[in-house]
């Protein structure tokens, strides 16, 4: 077979959809995780249980509330909502786990394409793995949420204006809100990019050579943003020092590789400036939409590794393309995209990632920065059928997402509802009202942000489950010596 052959588009779609197959194969039946089962799924449960009124889902409270209006004008619940409407939840992870994969494996498809403008064959393809090997996206694409959704149309998106597509650029740019309105990210990307190169030609007295529709998604999706109360949702109101502290912990803690990745774009960036001028107009446009990832990302009031997902592919990209301008060959961005993979492949599950603080050791939102938290998943299914097998009509006190896992059988978790299962506040081990609790009552504590409790002779220790590094996830109860019970 020929180079040709082996790089038409099908081909590269179908080899890389195997290869996700094969990798991520013992999860295609996965429940919902962490934040997708208090989010996008409880949401489709509400739309259910109220015949998808829309109106009434506008008034409710949002998702730090404890709300069903996570995502108001997101496209994933409501299409989760028919899914479990129509087919069993099994079949539904199993459809939505294939779709996920298809996102991933169209993405690379689209990015090897781009890629091919500047490297080689070879090199594209090790361009690709370094970014499917990332511990972050490998992890998104054998679970279920709606990154991957962002990502495939942003990346259609950032191809058509690679092309020279620009309404098709910017329709699903719009599209891509729909499914996330962090896309609104890329919409400003198109925006600054397009008065900067407005701006160039005006110095220069030249017509602009790319058209004002690069301007709509953004306007568009600020309105929206209005509408769907996601205006100031996200945003951090720490100081600059704060966020950039903050910051440095995350890349310590979660994507180290990406924190070099962005230094690297810095470093080149401000070297070939100087040297050569940003003459390229697309490694332009990549260069405003990665700082400007990164740049939201430090301003998110609460940042989940996981968003980093959609940044990937065009910020190791945009790395590679800068040292192939900057050193005027493929050799170190062949090296770069050597090391990535290699640490990929080293960091599947966060075997050399820091490690976690105790109280947070089996949270979801962290445990995402790798397929560690498939490990937690899988524990967390056990956990919830040891409760339910032994403990289903006991009074028990849980985190909130166990809470949801126990108290929705739709999620996959337990075949019947635990009706007396009730959340815990993050310092109820500390409280007057755990001190007065009844020797009966049960409580499962998982370091899910929750203080843990000093357990000593007075307490009953029911199941502990260590399957991961840190803190256990313990049941307990009081022996029966103390309380008022």
């Known amino acids: 077979m020929n180079e040709h052959k082996l790089e038409h588009p099908l081909f590269l779609f179908i080899s890389v959809t195997l290869i996700l197959l094969t990798a991520n194969g013992e999860y295609l039946f996965d429940p919902p995780y962490w934040d997708a089962q208090g989010g996008s799924f409880l949401q489709a449960a509400w739309l259910i249980e109220n015949s998808f009124d829309y109106l009434w889902l506008f008034h409710e409270k949002g998702y730090m509330q ?35 994969i298809f996102c991933t494996a169209v993405t690379c498809v689209v990015f090897y394409r781009i890629a091919r403008s500047v490297f080689s064959s070879g090199l594209s393809v090790l361009f690709c793995f370094a970014c499917l090997l990332n511990p972050i996206l490998s992890g998104q694409t054998a679970g279920i949420n709606m990154e991957l959704y962002l990502l495939l149309f942003s990346a259609l998106s950032i191809y058509c204006f690679h092309v020279g597509k620009y309404p098709l650029a910017v329709i699903l740019c719009i599209s891509a809100y729909f499914f996330k309105s ?7 990307a198109y925006g600054v990019f397009y008065l900067a190169e407005s701006v160039k030609s005006l110095l220069k007295k030249e017509k602009p050579s790319f058209p004002y529709t690069l301007c709509l998604p953004v306007f568009i999706m600020v309105i929206l943003s209005f509408v769907s109360s996601d205006s100031d949702r996200y945003f951090s109101q720490s100081n600059l020092m704060e966020k950039i502290s903050r910051f440095q912990e995350e890349i310590v803690h979660h994507f180290p590789d990406q924190g070099l990745i962005l230094a690297l774009i810095i470093v080149t960036a401000v070297y070939y400036f100087f040297k050569h001028g940003l003459k390229n107009s697309f490694m332009n446009f990549l260069l405003i939409y990665t700082l400007g990832c990164y740049a939201a990302y430090s301003n998110c009031f609460w940042p989940l590794p996981r968003y980093t997902a959609s940044y990937i592919f065009p910020a190791f990209l945009c790395s590679g393309f800068l040292l192939a301008k900057t050193f005027r060959n493929q050799l170190m961005a062949f090296l770069l995209f050597s090391s990535l993979s290699i640490f990929g492949m080293m960091n599947q599950h966060g075997k050399f990632l820091p490690k976690l603080h105790p109280q947070i050791s089996r949270a979801g939102a962290n445990l995402e920065r790798s397929r560690e938290y498939l490990t937690d998943l899988e524990a967390n299914i056990r956990t ?38 009730f959340i815990l506040s993050s310092d109820y081990f500390q409280s007057e009202a755990f001190d007065l609790k009844n020797a009966d009552t049960l409580y499962l504590y998982a370091p899910h942000f929750i203080r843990p409790p ?32």
Request: charged share 15%; hydrophobic share 45%.
């Open 66 to 100: 404890g709300g069903p209006n996570v995502y108001y004008l997101n496209i994933v619940p409501l299409l989760y909502a028919v899914f479990l409407i129509f087919i069993k939840p099994a079949l539904v992870f199993f459809i939505l786990h294939l779709l996920n």
């Open 182 to 188: 962090s896309a609104i990210i890329l919409g400003m």
């Open 384 to 421: 919830c059928r040891f409760i339910e097998n032994n403990y289903a009509d006991a009074e028990i006190g849980v985190s909130r997402n166990f809470y949801w896992m126990l108290t929705n059988p739709f999620l996959g978790y337990v075949t019947r509802t635990v009706e007396k299962a």
């Open 454 to 485: 000093e357990l000593n002779d007075h307490f009953q220790i029911l199941y502990v489950d260590q399957s991961l590094e840190g803190t256990p996830v313990v049941l307990f109860k009081k022996s029966g010596l103390t309380g008022n019970g």
